[in-house]
């Protein structure tokens, strides 16, 4: 099965000659830190052998518990924030399609605090079998505790008391929390967000796997991906190694002065990719007045919106494209005898053909108005793909925040609006 | 009725004291150009008086179409990219609820080349009655046009000739041009993409207004809401004028070294309004090496995403934060006997005030952090307001670009990747 392919060939050029092999022995250095657990943040590297290394057991459990969640509900409450959110609802969207419809639907909530939002859910799933599965290390983080104390009352209502714990999947710490206290009380089911694996690297967790695994996916497919990326990652030279190169090719640029890297797709399907990868490299780099702006684009639509910045704007841009390409859909261009529209040129050809010419043209010209351009291809819209992407980008992270000089695996910036609001509500000790 | 409201006071302290009064003449020069029409552009400043000048006549036909639409059609396919297509769908996503579900609904193509998408689109529509809004200048662009083939085929195959002609409206250009010659050919009802307005600009002309009048929004109220925040912007000094202050600091912040304007909400609702307003701006300025790079964030979500960065990242950022008065939702968060989330403490009060405070907490915090905030005070959320939106960034879009020295309404850059793209289709001339 083929792997995540990287291009430099669209970068390199923007750099002095042999930038990259200067650059090879701080990224290989990084590499060992992070493979030798002996930098900061070493206290939360399970991700890296996590595809090897899962639990088992509560892999099978969450096969288990998904089947019944097809079994018996239309719809699946998922509740959580940031990392308990985005690796699986990158996951569904990329998976989902209209030949292929989720096996439960999936419903996320607790990610903002819109009474509109909540409505709104409340609303759709009126008349619907449900069950809940509520993602949180704590348990009292504000957003997704709002929302179950609301889904969980509803549920109790319309399920009794033991039926709603029959439908409640709680993923929590192994050991303590409330989230935890309370699932040991009410009986609900427990699966466990890792201690040693941040919210941002924990898609291949139970914290994704079980939302994934509902919506109908293969999970085990998709581990597979991932251990086959990562044994590719961690034997393959610097010279050829995509996650060592991204590594490189993103320092070197931010070295250079670039400010703001944009991960563009091409295709709807992959738009939560790019807020999964939005928080991985921003949460694990935007600190100490340091890293690049994350920022992600969906094309051609938003060449008709920022195009004409990206083309001509402040040259202060790198950008990363992301194409996939077996997307596992396809419709032609037919023939018009009046030809009003002028499109009978594209007569026969595919879709998928059109699309991959206007990322040829788009590369084309963003290279030519001074972006450089790395490319990472996805072979195929699959489990298997999407698990080595994943494991890719994740590699890749921890490579490019010890070779920036930072902690890739904290965010102690993500306190401090909470701890305004907490005070601002009067929550006792704030 | 109450208009937009603009503030600076978490945004001043970053500037030297006066700064604003500094650059006092280069504004009122600024808006002097645009009204006087004597600078760049010129050509395409339609969209000043239109509030007050539009064409009455078809503003009654949009609305006997959008009548129309509503009785026949289950859904309303707009296909349109660019300025033929955020507008509305800002509108739309900005407007409906749960408890006020769109009369028609609407579903957007011709946006992207992505088979996949395509053919969920017509997986979805398989049983429902349908109406069609193709929207292009010239009705070759390529996007839209693919779509448009397409569904005209369906259309035709459903309905007969006769009887898809009667479901198709046609927002092209009011003389010439492919979709305008098809239309005729056809018998299709048109409506006018203005000469004088450019794409990102045309939300308030026919492009938007029939989509969002088959909604069932009301677009006279919608008008009024720009013709009363028009009014207000010309007629008030600079140090009171949101416009004239919003273009005062963009170009402050700008000289004084930030590269990236963040443009936040609190509400999902508010998501495809950060995207037209992404166009606005973007295309409008990002030129001749210049423009600050436009983002935006839907928070308390991304706060658990790209949080970390805007507090603690490289501190080259401004953000810009709307926030919405009265949300026409409500739900309180109750008391529990249990108390496991620790939630008691918020218990009677609404999600709207637990979200205000958030939103005061994460002001605080990233002006703490080395952020400096603007805020735009939306009212309401209906169409007063929102037409009042639209025009307040409109306006304010202009007066920034003279200030900056560009031309905030050319877009040569987009026709880049569409030069290269055809030269690889083997479009004849390319």
């Known amino acids: 099965m083929k ?7 669209y970068a390199k050029g923007f750099l002095k000659e042999h930038a990259a092999e200067e650059i090879k022995a701080r990224v290989l250095a990084a590499k060992d830190t992070l493979l030798s657990g002996s930098g900061k943040g070493s206290d939360f590297l399970g991700w890296v052998d996590l595809p090897e290394k899962y639990d088992k057991e509560e892999f099978a459990r969450i096969k288990k518990a998904a089947a019944k969640i097809n079994q018996d509900s239309e719809v699946l409450i998922v509740i959580g924030i940031g990392g308990s959110y985005l690796g699986a609802r990158a996951a569904v969207s ?41 993602i949180s290390k704590s348990g009292t983080t504000t957003e997704p505790a709002i929302a179950f104390r609301i889904i969980k009352k509803l549920m109790e209502e319309r399920y009794g008391k033991e039926g709603a714990a029959s439908r409640i999947y709680v993923t929590t710490d192994k050991a303590r929390g409330a989230l935890k206290k309370m699932a040991e009380q009410e009986g609900y089911e427990c699966f466990v967000v890792p201690d040693d694996i941040g919210g941002r690297y924990s898609v291949l967790s139970a914290v994704g ?15 597979l991906g991932a251990a086959s990326e990562r044994a590719y990652l961690l034997e393959t030279p610097y010279e050829d190694n995509p996650a060592l190169q991204y590594a490189a090719y993103r320092n070197l640029f931010y070295e250079n002065g670039k400010k703001v890297e944009i991960l563009a797709d091409f295709e709807p399907f992959m738009h939560y990719v790019c807020e999964w990868w939005k928080q991985l490299f921003a949460e694990s780099e935007g600190k100490d007045g340091k890293g690049l702006f994350t920022a992600s684009l969906d094309f051609t639509t938003d060449l008709h919106s920022v195009g004409q910045l990206v083309q001509d704007g402040e040259r202060n841009l790198i950008e990363t494209v992301m194409e996939v390409d077996d997307t596992g859909a396809a419709i032609q261009v037919e023939s018009d005898a009046d030809n009003y529209d002028q499109l009978n040129y594209l007569a026969g050809m595919d879709l998928n053909y059109i699309n991959k010419k206007a990322q040829e043209g788009t590369r084309q010209a963003h290279v030519d108005g001074g972006v450089p351009n790395l490319v990472v291809n996805i072979p195929k819209r699959d489990e298997f793909s999407l698990g080595a992407l994943f494991y890719f980008f994740e590699f890749a992270c921890g490579v490019d925040g010890y070779t920036l000089g ?8 993500v306190e401090a609006y909470k701890k305004n609001m907490f005070h601002l509500l009067g929550k006792e000790g704030y």
Chains 1, 2 share one sequence.
Do not use: C, H, W
Request: aromatic share 8%; hydrophobic share 45%; charged share 20%.
């Open 209 to 223: 796997l079980l939302p994934i695994a509902a919506s109908g996916a293969d999970i085990d497919a998709l581990m």
């Open 94 to 134: 990329f998976l989902e399609s209209y030949d292929r419809k989720r096996a439960t639907e999936i419903i996320f909530m607790g990610n903002n605090i819109s009474a509109l939002y909540v409505n709104t859910v409340l609303d759709q799933i009126r008349d619907k079998s449900l069950s809940v599965n509520v």
């Open 406 to 413: 930072i902690n890739p695996f904290d965010q102690p910036g």
């Open 3 to 9: 792997l995540i392919g990287f291009d430099t060939k």
